[in-house]
């Protein structure tokens, strides 16, 4: 009997297990084909758990829990997979009818874009609920009591806004009709006009982001101009005068060109031919500017001071065989017979300057000739030719023999003198390169 009841309650404990995880696997395999998201609603009055959630209308999904919160409901709801919503999305409690219960509609459907993911969370911004009946009715007693008479038998409020409006509008209505017209072309324009008219508004945004972005200039160019201001009213004399004195200049120059209307106007023209030209020869002077700087930097390196000439030559590369140059140019420039025109130009021309070839022009550009050296290069054939020569003072009074042994106490002079000791040239070689080189010159 007791392995009998052992066997029976075995057996009861196994169906009960896999009761259990047959509710467990269908519960997941449920949950793997559904997307799971949160919304949060101000209110959910109306709604229960089980409840639809809809797009387009149709279900597609339900509420699986609702959970209330100090300042709004945390609904939680699931989507068949099979249905794909925005990741934007928003939700809305709809109202099918007063008596059915309500769902939750999913807008807009998804056309394209990122899509819900599992425990995605709607905030209360993207939710909304309907309005309640209780809502609508009290507001409506509320605008029906605004309106009613204070006192009974008087006017109410809006029965006096009809009679005020009654008595103004009374034979008005041909005014009215005129009018309503006027604003009906009026509407038409601006309606043909439309594009015209939001450029001219996106304008205006442009320049006032513009403004906006500068503020730091306009706030700087404001207390300039009232820097300026303070300093205009702080001296009305000097600006009177100042006015004063262009009045009078602008008197002048008015007299001179009455004066001189011709003169001006012939000026005027050559100013104008003279700027047509140099208009022509933009691109030459942008080309001689351009070169100038350069080519004058050069000329000025060719000519070095110590030796007071130019270290360049100018060449002539034309002229080294001016047939050639003279007679192909002819040859360029003829259209028919360009062969035979270069052939005559070389039978009488080449008798004549055959022996025209120069490589460099005929004379010198350097028109004195002469040797330039530093200071520190020149050496004096005379001591008394320096500069910085200082001659020797008179001879000492005769005192006279000097004792034998005794030194004298003014050595002997050379006769001329002789230079200082700092200034005593150098004691070279003789040979013919010293003598051509000055001393203290590089190597």
Same mark, same amino acid.
């Given at each position: 009997?007791?392995k009998?009841?052992?066997m029976?309650?075995?057996?009861?404990?196994?169906?009960?297990?896999?009761?259990?995880g047959?509710?467990?696997?269908?519960?997941?395999?449920e949950?793997a084909?559904?997307?799971?998201?949160?919304?949060?609603?101000?209110?959910?009055?109306?709604?229960?758990?089980?409840?639809?959630?809809?797009?387009?209308?149709?279900?597609v999904?339900?509420?699986?829990?609702?959970?209330?919160?100090?300042?709004?409901?945390?609904?939680?709801?699931?989507?068949d997979?099979?249905?794909?919503?925005?990741a934007d999305?928003?939700?809305?409690?709809?109202?099918?009818?007063?008596?059915?219960?309500?769902?939750?509609?999913?807008?807009?459907?998804?056309?394209?874009?990122?899509?819900?993911?599992?425990?995605?969370?709607?905030?209360?911004?993207?939710?909304?609920?309907?309005?309640?009946?209780?809502?609508?009715?009290?507001? @409506?007693? $509320? /605008?029906?009591? %605004?309106?009613?008479?204070?006192?009974?038998?008087?006017?109410?409020?809006? !029965? +006096?806004?009809? &009679?005020?409006?009654?008595d103004?509008?009374?034979?008005?209505?041909?005014?009215?009709?005129?009018? @309503?017209? $006027? /604003?009906?072309? %009026?509407?038409?324009a601006?309606?043909?006009?439309s594009?015209?008219?939001? !450029? +001219?508004?996106? &304008?205006?945004?442009?320049?006032v982001?513009?403004?906006?972005?500068?503020?730091?200039?306009?706030?700087?160019?404001?207390?300039?101009? %009232?820097?300026?201001?303070?300093?205009?009213?702080?001296?009305?004399?000097?600006?009177?005068?100042?006015?004063?004195?262009?009045?009078?200049?602008?008197?002048?120059?008015?007299?001179?060109?009455?004066?001189?209307?011709?003169?001006?106007?012939?000026?005027?023209?050559?100013?104008?031919?003279?700027?047509?030209?140099?208009?022509?020869?933009?691109?030459?002077?942008?080309?001689?500017?351009?070169?100038?700087?350069?080519?004058?930097?050069?000329?000025?390196?060719?000519?070095?001071?110590?030796?007071?000439?130019?270290?360049?030559?100018?060449?002539?590369?034309?002229?080294?065989?001016?047939?050639?140059?003279?007679?192909?140019?002819?040859?360029a420039?003829?259209?028919?017979?360009?062969?035979?025109?270069a052939?005559?130009?070389?039978?009488?021309?080449?008798?004549?300057?055959?022996?025209?070839?120069?490589?460099?022009?005929?004379?010198?550009?350097?028109?004195?000739?002469?040797?330039?050296?530093?200071?520190?290069?020149i050496?004096?054939?005379?001591?008394?030719?320096?500069?910085?020569?200082?001659?020797?003072?008179?001879?000492?009074?005769d005192t006279?023999?000097v004792?034998?042994?005794?030194?004298?106490?003014t050595?002997?002079?050379?006769?001329?003198?002789?230079?200082?000791?700092?200034?005593?040239?150098?004691?070279?070689?003789?040979?013919?390169?010293?003598?051509?080189?000055?001393?203290?010159?590089?190597?």
């Amino acid at each position: 009997m007791t392995k009998r009841r052992w066997m029976t309650g075995l057996a009861v404990a196994f169906v009960l297990i896999l009761v259990a995880g047959g509710v467990l696997l269908f519960r997941t395999f449920e949950r793997a084909d559904r997307t799971y998201a949160t919304a949060y609603f101000a209110n959910s009055t109306g709604l229960y758990p089980g409840d639809d959630i809809r797009i387009l209308g149709v279900r597609v999904g339900g509420v699986e829990t609702i959970e209330a919160q100090p300042q709004q409901v945390k609904i939680t709801f699931w989507v068949d997979d099979q249905y794909k919503v925005p990741a934007d999305a928003q939700a809305v409690i709809l109202s099918p009818s007063l008596v059915s219960a309500r769902a939750i509609q999913l807008v807009p459907a998804y056309t394209e874009g990122p899509q819900m993911k599992n425990d995605a969370v709607i905030p209360q911004t993207r939710t909304a609920v309907p309005v309640e009946w209780d809502d609508l009715r009290e507001q @409506l007693t $509320k /605008l029906v009591e %605004a309106l009613q008479p204070v006192e009974p038998g008087e006017v109410s409020t809006l !029965g +006096a806004f009809v &009679n005020t409006a009654a008595d103004n509008l009374r034979g008005e209505g041909a005014n009215i009709h005129h009018t @309503l017209v $006027k /604003l009906s072309q %009026a509407f038409s324009a601006l309606g043909d006009h439309s594009g015209d008219m939001f !450029g +001219a508004i996106r &304008n205006i945004s442009l320049v006032v982001s513009a403004l906006q972005d500068s503020t730091d200039v306009m706030r700087s160019l404001n207390r300039n101009l %009232a820097a300026t201001t303070t300093l205009l009213t702080d001296q009305p004399n000097e600006v009177r005068q100042a006015l004063a004195d262009m009045n009078a200049v602008a008197r002048e120059v008015t007299g001179f060109v009455a004066e001189n209307r011709e003169p001006v106007g012939i000026t005027a023209d050559k100013l104008a031919s003279i700027s047509g030209a140099l208009d022509e020869s933009l691109g030459d002077l942008e080309q001689t500017l351009h070169l100038a700087p350069t080519q004058l930097s050069n000329f000025v390196n060719i000519y070095p001071p110590a030796i007071g000439g130019f270290a360049g030559a100018f060449s002539l590369n034309n002229f080294a065989n001016p047939i050639q140059f003279l007679c192909g140019a002819i040859e360029a420039a003829s259209r028919l017979g360009s062969e035979q025109a270069a052939k005559l130009c070389v039978q009488y021309l080449a008798p004549i300057v055959k022996n025209r070839q120069y490589n460099f022009p005929p004379l010198g550009v350097n028109p004195v000739v002469g040797a330039y050296a530093r200071p520190n290069e020149i050496t004096y054939s005379e001591d008394w030719l320096r500069p910085d020569y200082i001659p020797p003072g008179p001879p000492p009074p005769d005192t006279g023999p000097v004792p034998a042994g005794m030194p004298s106490q003014t050595p002997p002079m050379p006769d001329g003198g002789a230079a200082l000791p700092a200034e005593a040239p150098e004691v070279g070689s003789t040979d013919l390169h010293d003598m051509m080189v000055p001393a203290g010159a590089g190597s």
